[in-house]
């Protein structure tokens, strides 16, 4: 019989806050921009904001899940080494498409499906960096286009973090009052920001 474990970290090293009227938001040393972040709507007490960095040539996405509440939230982030975070690209006639992590489809053996728990404590952040070269669109047939370049044609990239009953079912996760719902930051691309599915700004 398969034994699942999960492994807990806590998250209480980074707090977000706001830099006075400069508007610039604080995680650890580094400043970002507040309007540059494409926050989501708050969701039981947890928001998702997306920030696309520049130099597309090797650009990341940085995605922030932050606790907006009063209260500890515990997060089901990852599995393995992969974060639970989804992303869709829009292209310009605004079609849809689902993009994946390239690490997924590696051999998995061992830890690498080791599902991750982390507790944020009220205010606090926790970071994700995405090299778009890293997450591709996979077509039914021919070969998959990384996001840099669907980036680069014009195409649009949110980003999404999703909890069922259902996913910490199938994946072992023992219920310890686990953060549960889906929540979809806005909309952005090299050229302008939309304002994406209940995208707002903090």
């Given at each position: 019989m398969a034994?699942?474990?999960?492994?807990?970290?806590?998250?209480?090293?980074?707090?977000?806050?706001?830099?006075?009227a400069f508007g610039?938001?604080?995680l650890g040393s580094r400043l970002y921009a507040e309007e540059a972040i494409r926050w989501s709507s708050a969701v039981?007490?947890?928001?998702?904001?997306?920030?696309?960095?520049?130099?597309?040539?090797?650009?990341?996405?940085?995605?922030?899940l932050?606790?907006?509440?009063?209260?500890?939230?515990?997060?089901?982030?990852?599995?393995?080494?992969?974060?639970r975070i989804e992303f869709t690209a829009t292209?310009?006639?605004?079609?849809?498409?689902?993009?994946?992590?390239?690490?997924i489809y590696r051999p998995c053996a061992g830890l690498c499906d080791l599902p991750l728990t982390e507790h944020l404590n009220p205010g606090v952040a926790r970071k994700s960096t995405f090299a778009v070269e890293d997450l591709l669109y996979v077509p039914p047939q021919g070969q998959y286009i990384n996001l840099g370049i669907l980036l680069r044609q014009g195409s649009s990239v949110r980003a999404a973090f999703e909890v069922t009953e259902q996913q910490l079912k199938d994946s072992g996760v023992l219920?310890?009052?686990?953060?549960?719902?889906?929540?979809?930051?806005?909309?952005?691309?090299?050229?302008?920001?939309?304002?994406?599915?209940g995208a707002r700004k903090e």
């Amino acid at each position: 019989m398969a034994i699942m474990a999960t492994v807990t970290r806590r998250r209480d090293l980074f707090p977000i806050s706001v830099a006075g009227a400069f508007g610039l938001l604080a995680l650890g040393s580094r400043l970002y921009a507040e309007e540059a972040i494409r926050w989501s709507s708050a969701v039981n007490g947890l928001s998702i904001g997306l920030h696309l960095e520049p130099g597309l040539s090797h650009g990341h996405l940085l995605i922030f899940l932050k606790n907006v509440a009063s209260t500890p939230k515990a997060l089901f982030v990852s599995v393995g080494d992969v974060p639970r975070i989804e992303f869709t690209a829009t292209i310009p006639d605004r079609k849809e498409f689902a993009i994946r992590d390239r690490r997924i489809y590696r051999p998995c053996a061992g830890l690498c499906d080791l599902p991750l728990t982390e507790h944020l404590n009220p205010g606090v952040a926790r970071k994700s960096t995405f090299a778009v070269e890293d997450l591709l669109y996979v077509p039914p047939q021919g070969q998959y286009i990384n996001l840099g370049i669907l980036l680069r044609q014009g195409s649009s990239v949110r980003a999404a973090f999703e909890v069922t009953e259902q996913q910490l079912k199938d994946s072992g996760v023992l219920p310890e009052d686990l953060w549960l719902g889906r929540v979809v930051s806005g909309e952005t691309s090299l050229n302008r920001t939309y304002p994406g599915p209940g995208a707002r700004k903090e």
